[in-house]
T-cell receptor, first 118, second 116 residues
C-alpha cells in the first residue's frame, strides 16, 4: 500500500510565477490536510479538504493561495504570484476519517514539496 | 500566542544510550499531546500520544511522560539507535480546538544525533 505521495519533491519558481503542489492520499483515504513548515519550525495547518469540499481553510492566507481536492485525481495546493516568503516545505497528510477525537495516529504525512522562490 | 517550546535544540547521544527530549507547554488547559519524528527529507511520523488524564505512556522503546504541575512533556527513547537520528517535535492540542488535531500547536523541534 503506497503511502501519501507528493510531487514535485522540489520546486523552484521566480517571483510572480505560479506554484502547483500535488498530493495523492493513501488508498482509501478521503481526508487531506495541507501544512507549511519553515526551516527549523514545526508545522502550521493551512487547509483541510474532503473530496470536492473545503472543510477548513482557516490557516490559509486569504490571497494567492487556493486548494482543491477533486472527485478524481490528486489534491492541489496552488500559490499564485509567488513571493520569497512563500519559500517553505509544504506537507500533505491524509486520513481515512477526520482526525478528531484524539486519533493523530491515523494521519499520515507525505514527504513534502520544498518550494524555493528566487 | 501560546506555544510549545523545547529546552534543547540539539541533542547528541551515543548509540545504546537512552535519550530524553524535553518539551515545555504553556497552556495548562491543553489535554492532548503528541510526539512526532521527522527524518531528513521526510514528512513527520507519529510516534506516541498522551492524554492529560495520564502521567505516562509507553510504546515500543519510547515512553512519554507528562507533568501537568510544571507543564512539561518528555520523550524517552531507550537504547537509542542510529535510525533514531531525526528532529523530534512535540505538539499540543489547545482547549479551544479540543478534538481537532489539525489545530495542533507544534514546537520548534529538537535534533537528535546518534553517534555510533
Amino acid at each position: 500500500n503506497a503511502g501519501v505521495m507528493q510531487n514535485p519533491r522540489h520546486l523552484v519558481r521566480r517571483r510572480g510565477q505560479e506554484a502547483r503542489l500535488r498530493c495523492s492520499p493513501m488508498k482509501g483515504h478521503s481526508h487531506v490536510y495541507w501544512y507549511r513548515q519553515l526551516p527549523e519550525e514545526g508545522l502550521k495547518f493551512m487547509v483541510y479538504l474532503q473530496k470536492e469540499n473545503i472543510i477548513d481553510e482557516s490557516g490559509m492566507p486569504k490571497e494567492r493561495f487556493s486548494a482543491e481536492f477533486p472527485k478524481e485525481g490528486p489534491s492541489i495546493l496552488r500559490i499564485q504570484q509567488v513571493v520569497r516568503g512563500d519559500s517553505a516545505a509544504y506537507f500533505c497528510a491524509s486520513s481515512p476519517y477526520e482526525t478528531s477525537g484524539r486519533a493523530a495516529d491515523t494521519q499520515y504525512f507525505g514527504p513534502g514539496t520544498r518550494l524555493t522562490v528566487l | 500566542g501560546e506555544s510549545v517550546g523545547l529546552h534543547l535544540p540539539t541533542l547528541s547521544v551515543q548509540e545504546g544510550d537512552n535519550s530524553i527530549i524535553n518539551c515545555a507547554y504553556s497552556n495548562s488547559a491543553s489535554d492532548y499531546f503528541i510526539w512526532y519524528k521527522q527524518e531528513s527529507g521526510k514528512g513527520p511520523q507519529f510516534i506516541i500520544d498522551i492524554r492529560s488524564n495520564m502521567d505516562k505512556r509507553q510504546g515500543q522503546r519510547v515512553t512519554v511522560l507528562l507533568n501537568k504541575t510544571v507543564k512539561h512533556l518528555s520523550l524517552q527513547i531507550a537504547a537509542t539507535q542510529p535510525g533514531d537520528s531525526a528532529v523530534y517535535f512535540c505538539a499540543e492540542n489547545p482547549p479551544e480546538y479540543a478534538g481537532n488535531n489539525r489545530k495542533l500547536i507544534w514546537g520548534l523541534g529538537t535534533s537528535l544525533a546518534v553517534n555510533p
